[in-house]
């Protein structure tokens, strides 16, 4: 799924080009058909059964075959939905990041977070993370960064202790110390 | 078990102090969770799920049902008092109660809203408690053949129900059917598309798409707005008065009004897909057209108020009807719940009310209790409810990531659940920015499996296809499952006419 996800990513501009939009959906289309087709080839490799007329593949098979059926049909209707476009209009996908730029550098640090908490550990991970995205949204100084800084604190710490303790769920302590 | 010692049964654990302690914090956050604009029901639902874990099954599935009742009227507060519906399920009830409370009146907006939320989650139960075991009655006699094309038809009502193109509604059903065949093979237990990866080995675990898709990249979506982050004051300023028993009496002077929102409630919510958000919009309709005076809706009047609220309450105890009954659940909250009973190791579908009729009578009791648990916290918090909505973005969305973290972690402490939570996340932001609805695939997620099952098991019985055509409850649910997309496919081609005329 990530070849899809990433072909996605580049061109798109939501509210005031349809293009754009037309355009990213016809590429993401495209991709996923190409995916669901090699997949729909890959299961026919998995094992049928002695007991039962359709064996591990044929379910998976059935979906994938519809899902490219379907994928073609948006494809289709977004090619459709581009043609009528305005050609001269710009897609806009730079301007589409860059309105955009506080949820994905959310969702980047998100992404920092998961990748650091095996190393630090769930708590100092939590804190660090509660700290740095609500200086991103907007915690910049005094008394807003001060709350920041109480709030990373309660449940950074806070959080780890309920669960490991109340719940007894045990959360990633960290390699590094 | 016979059904009164079920029944005792249920009281005694439900009646536990742990249970009731449990609850009582179900219904608080549930509330709260909702009245904060960008924190739905469903995150809070899906959030409360691994915490649940380490409780006995009743216990875990009563919280959840409560902070599910709590989320409904807390929804209320913000679309009263700032305009804004907390959640999706309140999107009506801004339309006369956010009026009346710029009258001056911001206390019987709330009052009325939190009675008839009440009524409405009474009426609800009362109807899950009749009709849900005669229909697991026939439920269990069902074969194979029309579980498939019930599922078939479930999937294709959400798809039709949700969202702007049904090619795009169907086709996430299908990926998350996809999405469910990766791991292990239900039957053969064959390792399927997992490339040798270890991430994949197990599948990708339906709590994680859950998560992933209902808070992860919904917060994202969130926090795209620089200025909408800090948010704007109230416009309703400080002084709530309210006086709950003549508002009671209020709210009981529209029975008509009351109970036929709550039914519609009661219905919507029964049918795959569609929920409280779709109920509230239909239950105000209808009160309107219904009304002798329907140019007054919209100008701050208390039956409008009355129809939201108790049509979007109705919906709770109306998805559970399905979900008990059948085993199919009739929304992404449903489908929370069923999970939570699934990791409890109890198998959800028709046998539950035979097998475990104590759960069962268990969880309807529990809907009761939950409505009046909101009903006693919210009449007497109501005069804090002003500062819940006023906590900027900026502090909820890094906290609830951090609690979809340890949702994640929750469920088999591993890390590796985390990156796929991170890549669901993205890939359901991304969709969602392309128009693609994100419920049918959460569906397609839970149901896949079943599906599966019971085509490979349908098969085996009989290897002869046409069974599902010429079986009667088969074949009438697949001719359902035809129309529901032929009138979606009619009524897009109407409205597209209609722009272009």
């Known amino acids: 799924m990530n070849d899809a996800t990433q072909t996605v990513s580049r061109p798109e501009r939501e509210t005031s080009s349809e293009r754009g939009k037309a355009l990213a959906n016809v590429i993401f289309n495209a991709g996923l058909a190409a995916l669901f087709v090699g997949l729909f080839i890959q299961a026919g490799d998995l094992p049928s059964s002695m007991w039962e007329p359709l064996g591990a593949g044929s379910f998976p098979r059935l979906i994938l075959g519809a899902l490219v059926i379907f994928n073609l049909a948006i494809m289709v209707q977004s090619m459709a939905a581009l043609r009528g476009t305005d050609r001269a209009a710009s897609v806009g996908a730079r301007r589409w990041f860059l309105q955009r730029r506080l949820a994905f550098a959310t969702l980047a640090s998100f992404a920092i977070y998961a990748l650091s908490m095996p190393w630090i550990g769930f708590a100092m991970a939590s804190l660090l993370f509660l700290l740095a995205v609500q200086f991103i949204l907007g915690a910049r100084r005094g008394r807003r960064l001060l709350i920041a800084a109480i709030i990373a604190a309660i449940f950074g710490l806070g959080l780890y202790a309920l669960f490991s303790h109340v719940f007894l769920i045990s959360l990633p302590s960290g390699r590094l110390w | ?501």
Request: hydrophobic share 55%; with cysteine.
């Open chain 2, 1 to 501: 078990m016979p059904m009164t010692d079920a029944l005792l049964s249920s009281v005694e654990q439900l009646f536990s102090l742990a249970t009731l302690v449990s609850m009582m914090i179900g219904v608080v956050a549930g509330v709260v969770a909702a009245a904060i604009p960008g924190f739905t029901i469903t995150m809070a639902i899906v959030l409360t799920l691994p915490v649940t874990f380490t409780m006995p099954p009743l216990q875990g599935v009563a919280t959840m049902l409560a902070v599910y009742v709590g989320g409904g009227s807390g929804g209320l507060i913000s679309a009263a008092l700032l305009g804004i519906p907390g959640t999706p399920s309140a999107v009506a009830t801004t339309f006369d109660a956010y009026p009346m409370a710029r009258k001056g009146e911001p206390g019987r907006a709330l009052a009325l809203g939190i009675w008839a939320s009440f009524f409405g989650a009474l009426v609800s139960a009362v109807v899950l408690i009749v009709a849900a075991p005669p229909l697991a009655m026939i439920a269990v006699k069902l074969g194979p053949w029309e579980y498939f094309s019930l599922i078939l038809f479930a999937v294709t009502v959400v798809a039709s129900l949700v969202g702007k193109s049904i090619l795009k509604g169907l086709m996430m059903s299908l990926l998350g059917l996809f999405i469910a065949t990766v791991g292990q093979d239900p039957m053969m237990g064959v390792p399927r598309f997992t490339f040798g990866v270890d991430v994949l080995a197990a599948g990708i675990p339906f709590l994680v798409v859950l998560i992933g898709i209902f808070a992860v990249s919904q917060l994202a979506s969130e926090v795209e707005n620089p200025t909408e982050l800090q948010q704007g004051k109230p416009l309703v300023s400080g002084e709530i008065q309210f006086r709950p028993f003549a508002v009671m009496r209020e709210v009981l002077s529209h029975p008509g009004n009351l109970l036929r929102s709550s039914m519609i409630g009661v219905v919507i919510g029964a049918v795959p897909g569609a929920g409280g958000s779709i109920a509230n919009l239909i239950a105000y309709d209808q009160a309107k057209r219904a009304s002798k005076t329907p140019e007054r809706f919209g100008t701050g009047i208390a039956d409008g108020v009355v129809a939201s609220e108790s049509g979007n309450s109705a919906t709770a105890g109306g998805g559970l009807i399905p979900m008990i009954a059948l085993g199919i659940p009739g929304s992404a909250v449903d489908a929370v719940l069923m999970a939570a009973l699934m990791v409890q190791g109890i198998s959800v579908g028709p046998r539950l009310i035979m097998d475990n009729a104590d759960l069962a009578y268990g969880m309807f009791l529990a809907m009761f209790l939950a409505a009046v648990m909101v009903l006693a916290f919210c009449l007497v918090s109501m005069r804090w409810f002003l500062r819940i909505t006023e906590i900027p973005k900026s502090i909820i969305v890094p906290v609830v990531l951090v609690c979809c973290a340890v949702g994640a972690l929750a469920l088999n402490n591993r890390v590796t659940d985390l990156y796929l939570l991170i890549g669901v996340g993205l890939v359901g932001y991304l969709l969602a920015k392309l128009d693609y609805p994100l419920a049918p695939l959460v569906l397609g997620v839970i149901l896949g499996p079943i599906a599966e099952t019971n085509l490979r098991r349908a098969l085996m019985a009989d290897e002869d296809w046409t069974l599902f055509l010429t079986r009667p409850i088969s074949a009438g649910l697949l001719i359902l499952a035809v129309l529901s997309v032929a009138f979606t496919v009619r009524r897009i081609l109407r409205q597209r006419a209609a722009v272009q005329a």
